[in-house]
């Protein structure tokens, strides 16, 4: 059994960029990484993690669906319950019909209280209305004429055109109960955000995976898939095959590589400096050149 490994998009580090943003998501195409996952904060207050330079994600991934031709799409997450429900439908389908089908749809309720209000949305009822919109995203990529009310958003008699023409993957992100119910009764994987180590997250995640399936009612559905993330720059790296092989022992299906440093609490202590595309691109190639990412 083997991971699907990708990688995430330091865009904190090389976002503001073009010119980067194209050579970092070419070189992991090119490389043989499984997918490319993006986050998501619309505003944020300076001093904040939510407040550095985040790329919107829908516009993002829709100009690489047009420069990369296999690398699956990801949203790590989108926070969908301070957005428009109608409009990230639109969006995503959009995105997965300019791909040819390579969107892999990851949503979460968030924990930035200032988008909610920016975004004139409840903080506090998120979760409800995440269950309601995942619902509700189905409906509008499956039918052209709906009837959804999810308060305050009324959709009746009318729809998208056009429509994707699968069922876009969603994928739900949390560690709460809530989330992990969420994950098997309406997702299609659970992103579990694990992002130390190993053999520091071992036990954790464990014990959340054993929760999942207690949710799942004893089994996980058939296909089911479980990311969680690794820092290849903060190991050894003859240790990084054997972490890969691990986590897929463990159950998980996409592992997810972090080549930015800004993060100081990945592992504790202080971050390293930011480093350049190049430097991003080297630890791609580096560890490609360490773990067989398969025939993606």
């Not at 990529?141 to 993957?169: A, F, N, Q, T």
Request: glycine content about 12%; some cysteine; charged content about 25%.
């Amino acid at each position: 059994m083997t991971a699907r490994i990708g990688v995430i998009f330091p865009c904190n580090e090389i976002g503001r960029d073009n010119g980067a943003v194209v050579a970092y998501t070419q070189a992991a195409e090119e490389l043989g990484y499984n997918h490319f996952e993006v986050f998501d904060h619309v505003v944020g207050e300076p001093g904040n993690y939510a407040g550095r330079l985040w790329r919107e994600p829908f516009v993002l991934l829709g100009h690489l669906a047009a420069i990369t031709e296999r690398i699956e799409l990801t949203t790590g997450i989108v926070i969908l319950p301070q957005r428009q429900t109608a409009l990230v439908a639109k969006q995503a389908a959009e995105v997965d019909l300019w791909s040819d089908g390579r969107l892999r749809l990851g949503v979460g309720v968030g924990w930035n209280r200032f988008e909610y209000t920016a975004l004139d949305q409840d903080f506090t009822t998120r979760g409800e209305r995440m269950d309601a919109q995942i619902d509700a995203l189905r409906t509008l990529w499956r039918e052209p004429v709906v009837d959804l009310d999810l308060g305050g958003e009324r959709i009746s008699g009318g729809g998208l055109d056009p429509r994707p023409v699968r069922d876009i993957p969603i994928w739900v992100g949390g560690r709460s109960r809530a989330a992990l119910r969420r994950a098997v009764n309406r997702g299609v994987g659970w992103l579990s955000n694990f992002q130390d180590h190993l053999a520091n997250d071992r036990d954790a995640f464990l014990a959340l995976r054993a929760a999942l399936v207690e949710e799942a009612g004893g089994s996980l559905p058939a296909g089911f898939g479980i990311e969680t993330w690794t820092s290849p720059g903060r190991t050894d790296p003859d240790t990084w095959a054997a972490e890969a092989e691990e986590w897929a022992e463990l159950g998980v299906t996409h592992l997810s590589l972090r080549t930015d440093e800004s993060r100081s609490n990945l592992t504790g202590g202080e971050p390293g400096p930011p480093r350049t595309v190049d430097e991003h691109i080297g630890l791609l190639t580096a560890y490609a050149g360490a773990v067989d990412l398969g025939a993606r």
